[in-house]
Nanobody, 113 residues
Framework: QVQLVESGGGLVQAGGSLRLSCKAS????????MSWYRQAPGKQRELVAT???????NYADSVNGRFTISRDNAKNTVYLQMNSLKPEDTAVYYC???????WGQGTQVTVSS
């Protein structure tokens, strides 16, 4: 089992940036694919971005070109750099270890117009 703790959310104006962090309670080297998801009010949770153990990344069409997922295995941390934020990016953002199935508690991102 592993505990995941997200941080870095907040309130930002449209066009602004935020960097989310997901700190794991143990090494993420063996966890292979790590992901960021988000859930807006009244909507289903959706996949935002993934990164494999080898560093291959994939993004949802809605964030491609604006968001960047990365990982620092030495710090047991996965990041989500979010640029050019839009009001429709407002959601609770969660990280997940796809291998273990563990979720973090989420961090709120609110983008004002």
């Amino acid at each position: 089992q592993v505990q995941l703790v997200e941080s870095g959310g907040g309130l930002v104006q449209a066009g602004g940036s935020l960097r989310l962090s997901c700190k794991a309670s143990r090494s993420i080297v063996g966890m292979n694919t790590m992901s960021w998801y988000r859930q807006a009010p009244g909507k289903q949770r959706e996949l935002v971005a993934t990164i494999t153990g080898g560093g291959t990344t994939n993004y949802a069409d809605s964030v491609n070109g604006r968001f960047t997922i990365s990982r620092d295995n030495a710090k047991n941390t996965v990041y989500l750099q979010m640029n050019s934020l839009k009001p429709e990016d407002t959601a609770v953002y969660y990280c997940k270890s796809e291998l273990i199935g563990s979720w973090g508690q989420g961090t709120q991102v609110t983008v004002s117009s």
